[in-house]
């Protein structure tokens, strides 16, 4: 089973900063990876999949890279409506980074 | 508009096996490249996959949960079924049911139901 590991669990960001959450894989998974966000009490929401690619509807300051093992997902300036849960998947799903308001 | 609905208990007993129902609609299973799968929430933890089947009726499991989780569909009805047995406190969660799309091998969630808490107690 592959694992995925993301980093930060928590982060404490201000509205405007540029934030970046990382997903290592533990083998290669090429640009197989999603990224949802999660507020609480609800359903997550599809971001990016296919490592890179912009779910329609999502601003464009969110934005997807990586491949083989090593993943980010980037919020250029962040906005009050981001603070919020993030989690990549695989399969599996990461462990979850919390976005908290500085 | 894609929708999905989780039914099912809310309170189920230790041992019990849990039966959950996805009804969705806005989608065909028959389509190639569609699946329905389930996927849980402990409350104050992560997501966890479950199972999924593709409409093709290919069907995936969990690995630790495998022995203990069905999954079944019903293209007529826009059902999918998932059953888990022997159920214990640990597998109290939200329970979501969620629309996937295939690809080479890999799927990622399109679109979620609301969620539904399963707690598991005596």
């Known amino acids: 089973d592959i694992q995925m590991t993301q980093s930060p669990s928590t982060l404490s960001a201000s509205v405007g900063d540029r934030v970046t959450i990382t997903c290592r894989a533990s083998?290669?998974?090429?640009?197989?990876l999603a990224w949802y966000q999660q507020k609480p009490g609800k359903a997550p929401k599809l971001l990016i999949y296919?490592?890179?690619s912009l779910e329609s509807g999502v601003p464009s300051r969110f934005s997807g890279s990586g491949s083989g093992t090593e993943f980010t997902l980037t919020i250029s300036s962040l906005q009050p409506d981001d603070f919020a849960t993030y989690y990549c998947?695989?399969?599996?799903f990461g462990q979850g980074t919390k976005v908290e308001i500085k | 508009q894609i929708t999905l609905k989780e039914s099912g208990p809310t309170l189920v007993k230790p041992t019990q096996t849990l039966t959950l129902t996805c009804t969705f609609s806005?989608?065909?299973?028959?389509?190639?490249?569609?699946?329905v799968g389930w996927i849980r929430q402990p409350p104050g933890k992560a997501l966890e996959w479950l199972a999924l089947?593709?409409?093709?009726?290919?069907?995936r499991y969990s690995p630790s949960l495998k022995s203990r989780l069905t999954i079944t569909k019903d293209t007529s009805k826009n059902q999918v079924v998932l059953t888990m047995t022997n159920m214990d406190p640990v597998d109290t969660a939200t329970y979501y049911c969620?629309?996937?799309?295939?690809?080479?091998?890999?799927?990622?969630?399109?679109?979620w139901g609301q969620g539904a808490l399963v707690t598991v107690s005596s």
């Open positions: 969620a629309h996937l799309l295939y690809s080479s091998g890999w799927f990622f969630v399109l679109s």
């Open positions: 806005g989608f065909s299973l028959s389509t190639s490249g569609v699946g």
């Open positions: 089947i593709y409409w093709n009726d290919d069907k």
């Open positions: 083998q290669s998974i090429s640009s197989w």
């Open positions: 296919k490592a890179s």
């Open positions: 998947q695989h399969q599996t």
